[in-house]
């Protein structure tokens, strides 16, 4: 960002006379640039217009300082705005859309194939009833060379 210094005026030309009209306490106007003698000429501002001219350039000045403050806030925002741009676009380039498609279908599959509440109550009834056929068969008949019947008959 480049820095763009304001044009407050233009170089006078010397080469024509320039009048100047003072105050009207002051007389006749005034050539400058003419070949009059520094005694001859009249004041050409008072001392409050000076003090009003510099406080004019302070305040410009002031303005001016502000303005740079404000444009280093701006392009040390602008070069972070940048560095996040990349970042993202470096994060989004990175990223493989289809496969990510891919895991979420596994995903899906592996959880439709996973079983429902029927299911897992049949089970638990069934492997419940399994259960106790066979102990009541182990107690009844014993384990072939561990031990005998348990239950007497």
Do not use: W
């Not at 429902?116 to 014993?142: D, K, Q, S």
């Amino acid at each position: 960002m480049a820095k763009i210094e304001p044009t407050v005026a233009s170089p006078a030309d010397t080469a024509m006379p320039t009048t100047v009209t003072p105050a009207p306490s002051y007389g006749a106007p005034v050539n400058i640039g003419s070949s009059m003698t520094a005694g001859d000429a009249a004041p050409v501002t008072e001392p409050r217009q000076l003090d009003q001219l510099s406080r004019i350039e302070e305040k410009a000045a002031r303005i001016e300082e502000k303005f740079a403050r404000y444009e280093a806030v701006l392009t040390r925002a602008e070069a972070s705005l940048e560095r996040s741009a990349h970042k993202v676009d470096a994060a989004a380039g990175t990223m493989d859309f289809a496969a990510i498609r891919g895991e979420i279908a596994a995903l899906r599959s592996r959880i439709d194939a996973t079983p429902r509440a029927g299911t897992l109550f049949t089970t638990a009834i069934v492997t419940a009833l399994l259960t106790v056929a066979l102990t009541v068969l182990v107690l009844r008949f014993g384990v072939p060379g561990l031990f005998g019947s348990l239950l007497v008959r």
